[in-house]
């Protein structure tokens, strides 16, 4: 069923927009927990990558070749967020 929502136009006059229904996923049982564990990993990922590379470039901006020099801050920066984007007791339901 679509909802009717009424809301008045740039020229004073009602305007009906319909939304949709969400569409459900569509997974087994079985697969639930491996697909939030997948897609918790791959958000985890992401946030190290991003985490790393804007370390990576603050680090270039300050001095030269400070990526390199900043390596191991930078890994380990990175590293704490994506352990946050993780959360491994969230993840095994502790």
Excluded: C, P, Q
Excluded at 18 to 43: D, F, N, Q, T
Excluded at 64 to 77: L, T, V
């Amino acid at each position: 069923m679509a909802v009717r929502l009424r809301t008045r136009g740039s020229s004073g006059l009602a305007v009906y927009k319909v939304k949709k229904k969400k569409k459900k996923k569509r997974r087994s049982r079985e697969m639930k927990g491996i697909e939030r564990m997948v897609r918790r990993g791959a958000m985890a990922d992401s946030g190290f990558s991003k985490r790393y590379l804007r370390e990576h470039r603050k680090s270039n901006r300050k001095k030269k070749d400070g990526w390199a020099r900043d390596f191991s801050d930078n890994i380990y920066k990175a590293g704490k967020r994506g352990r946050k984007k993780l959360k491994i007791r969230r993840l095994l339901r502790l």
